[in-house]
Nanobody
Framework: QVQLVESGGGLVQAGGSLRLSCVAS????????MGWYRQAPGKQRELVAR???????NYAESMKGRFTISRDNAKNTMYLQMSVLKPEDTAVYYC?????????WGQGTQVTVSS
């Protein structure tokens, strides 16, 4: 079973940047695709961005141009570079990985954007 561990969250002012990391317990070559999701208080978890094993990416509309997802297979790590952060980006950000029909989640990392 794959374990995913997120890091890099924190408190940042509006307009600032953060980079989240997600480290997998095994080679991400074996993970079909990975993604970032977020959940704000009182709201459903939503897609932020996904990246395939081949490097193809897709983003939620509101994140396009501000967030960049990437993966470093040699380090078993996926990243989310977030810039021009807004207070509405405040949420717990979760790492997700798909292997076949199985999905795995990290424990989440809190991102708080102050106005």
């Amino acid at each position: 079973q794959v374990q995913l561990v997120e890091s890099g969250g924190g408190l940042v002012q509006a307009g600032g940047s953060l980079r989240l990391s997600c480290v997998a317990s095994e080679s991400i070559f074996s993970i079909n695709d990975m993604g970032w999701y977020r959940q704000a208080p009182g709201k459903q978890r939503e897609l932020v961005a996904r990246i395939s094993s081949g490097g193809s990416t897709n983003y939620a509309e509101s994140m396009k141009g501000r967030f960049t997802i990437s993966r470093d297979n040699a380090k078993n790590t996926m990243y989310l570079q977030m810039s021009v952060l807004k207070p509405e980006d405040t949420a717990v950000y979760y790492c997700n990985g798909r292997m076949g029909v199985n999905y795995y989640w990290g424990q989440g990392t809190q991102v708080t954007v102050s106005s």
